[in-house]
């Protein structure tokens, strides 16, 4: 995968400042130190996307996220972050995720002449209701078809509701079939959230059912070739997965502050809901893919 080059200012800039361009007085107060001590142990502090406040256990066991958020940069104008850690030779790769919410007309080539490097596209969801019937997203062809003919790396998400592990293997095996005639090269991921506004049929799922379909799902995945994913929240994280037995999964992270908040390892970084891309006429989800790279010795 092609990665973002550095252009030269920047790269002088982030020489001077030992590796890194230091961000703004705010972004540091809102990204500021959220793990502290307690005589059970070391806790973590998040807070939803509603501002309520949780705290949660840290696992010891789980692979800490390393990323270094002083290499973090927005652009006022169009809100884009960027992430470029010449140091430790990790950067990251713009991105998009769309549903039939975005609507039927994506000029794709616009998409991608707006700097956008990847896309992940929502391929369908079990309904939540009681029948739980696998449907297809109704704008999932044209997304596909139109954003690989425009040169964007392609990954897909289903919205899970199983409520078995045979549920889970099911909804894989939909998703493998429908993304077999396409050039899949970014991750297949599964996507499980809490339905706020009504009841669910995994309502009653447990914290270990929800994990195991996790696994069963990404490893039916995987077997097939490609490469899994687990769409989650801090909350879910927290409180729905146990992260303890998923260490061995990449992870893509929805997080709508100004600096993420997990204290775990991930691969894409959801930041926003409300971004605006040319060719799209709504709003969408803007998300960094990071790529860790070979640590510049120079720096050192």
């Known amino acids: 995968m092609n990665k973002r080059k550095l252009c030269p200012a920047f790269l002088a800039l982030t020489l001077l400042l030992g590796g890194c361009a230091v961000r703004d007085e705010t972004a540091m107060a809102e990204g500021g130190e959220n793990i502290h001590m307690t005589d059970a142990g070391e806790v973590y502090t998040f807070q939803d996307v509603e501002g309520n406040e949780y ?15 002083d290499c973090l940069q927005t652009d006022e104008t169009t809100g884009y972050k960027s ?13 998009i995720d769309v549903s039939e919410f975005q609507g039927e007309e994506i000029d794709w080539k616009q998409v991608r002449e707006s700097g956008v490097e990847f896309v992940i596209i929502r391929l369908g969801y079990r309904a939540y209701g009681a029948t739980g019937e696998l449907v297809l997203d109704a704008m999932y062809e044209n997304n596909i078809k139109g954003a690989i003919d425009a040169g964007l790396d392609v990954g897909v998400y289903f919205f899970s509701q199983a409520v078995s592990a ?30 706020k506004w009504d009841t669910a ?15 069963v799902f990404c490893d039916t995945v995987e077997a097939a070739g490609y490469d899994p994913m687990i769409y989650s929240n ?14 061995g999964y ?20 959801q930041y926003s809901e409300s971004g605006s891309v040319p060719g799209i006429n709504a709003n969408v989800d803007l998300n960094l893919w990071f790529q860790k790279g070979e640590k510049n010795d120079e720096m050192e």
């Open 55 to 69: 705290e949660a256990p840290l696992l010891e066991n789980v692979p800490q996220c390393t990323y270094d958020f």
């Open 83 to 95: 992430y470029h850690d010449v140091e430790n030779g990790v950067t990251a790769r713009m991105g």
């Open 166 to 195: 045979a549920e889970a293997v099911e909804e894989a095996e939909f998703v493998l079939d429908q993304i077999k005639p396409y050039k899949i090269t970014g991750p297949v991921v599964y996507d499980t959230e809490e339905i």
């Open 201 to 215: 049929r995994t309502d009653n799922n447990t914290k270990q059912e929800f994990t195991n379909y996790c696994k």
């Open 234 to 247: 801090m909350k879910w994280m927290a409180f729905t997965l146990d992260m303890s037995e998923l260490s």
């Open 250 to 269: 990449d992870f893509w992270y929805a997080d709508y502050h100004e600096i993420p908040q997990c204290p775990y390892d991930y691969q894409i970084w």
